[in-house]
């Protein structure tokens, strides 16, 4: 498939804002008035070197807190319960028995509120998120929950 010098450039800028590969699909069909499916987006996006920008190149950009946040008896404050963050302890993560094309590991994640995502760690390491709504953020403490329980299935 052929696109003209605009349309790749439309794709590259919108790709930069944060567009992921189901939204560059939605600007080819609407748009460009061309039929596509999601796989082709893939193969299209490859061809003309269109960069997407992971949503979890952006979470990775924040500063990291230690691996071990659990504070010590010392630490950790007398009046305070011994609880989990709200909602935290909801947040289901699971490892899909297929490995997806240029996955290491996949699987899902269903977030505290009911919001579902894919995820996957390709060869370079990198972690993705695709949430099942792209407007969907996850609760800090959910992503935080989500990271604790994928290490341990990782190292399990």
Do not use: C
């Amino acid at each position: 498939m052929k696109l003209t010098e605009e349309q790749v450039t439309v794709l590259k800028n919108k790709s930069s804002e944060g567009a992921q590969l189901n939204d560059l699909q939605k600007i080819i069909q609407e748009e460009f008035q061309i039929s596509i499916t999601y796989m082709e987006t893939r193969f299209l996006v490859s061809d003309y070197n269109i960069e997407i920008i992971s949503p979890t190149k952006a979470v990775n950009e924040t500063p990291q807190a230690p691996l071990n946040t659990t504070p010590t008896p010392e630490e950790a404050p007398a009046n305070e319960p011994d609880a989990p963050a709200a909602g935290a302890a909801n947040v289901q993560v699971s490892v899909d028995q297929v490995t997806a094309p240029n996955a290491v590991i996949n699987g899902r994640v269903i977030w505290s509120d009911g919001q579902s995502a894919s995820w996957m760690i390709d060869q370079a390491g990198g972690l993705a998120l695709d949430p099942q709504d792209p407007s969907y953020q996850p609760s800090r403490e959910d992503i935080e929950d989500f990271q604790a329980k994928l290490r341990q299935l990782l190292e399990a």
